[in-house]
């Protein structure tokens, strides 16, 4: 199993990206983007949990970003639009065999990961 994330890079603020995650390997039950900041704990943006269509957002990026699965491709996407400087991180793909609704948030309930694109919003 591989995920492969790219997209990121350096954007003004109010800016947009759109951030993908090729998927190789097999399937899933869910798969999200997390994002770190320096000196931060990894934090959850967004979610789809695909046996129930379900998708979910951090606050913090509801009304922003959209994730989206192109299951003809095996990609994962994030669109971020209206981008901010605390939007600054390195962004993660992530992939769960086996997840519920109350851990979909949580960065341990996932088994694979890319390896991270940065994504640099400047003021």
């Known amino acids: 199993v591989q995920l492969q994330a790219s997209g990121g890079g350096l954007v003004q603020a109010g800016g947009s990206l759109r951030l993908s995650c090729a998927v190789y390997?097999?399937?899933?039950?869910?798969m999200g983007w997390f994002r770190q900041a320096p000196g931060k704990e990894r934090e959850f943006v967004a979610a789809?949990?695909?046996?129930?269509?379900?998708?979910i957002y951090n606050d913090s990026v509801k009304g922003r970003f959209t994730i989206s699965m192109d299951n003809a491709k095996n990609t994962l996407y994030l669109q971020m639009n209206s981008l901010k400087p605390e939007d600054t991180a390195v962004y993660y793909c992530?992939?769960?065999?086996?997840?519920?609704?109350?851990?979909?948030?949580?960065?341990?309930?996932?088994?694979?990961w890319g390896q991270g694109t940065l994504v640099t919003v400047s003021s």
């Open positions: 992530a992939a769960a065999a086996i997840i519920t609704i109350s851990t979909i948030s949580i960065p341990a309930s996932y088994d694979y």
């Open positions: 390997g097999r399937t899933f039950s869910a």
């Open positions: 789809i949990r695909f046996t129930t269509g379900t998708i």
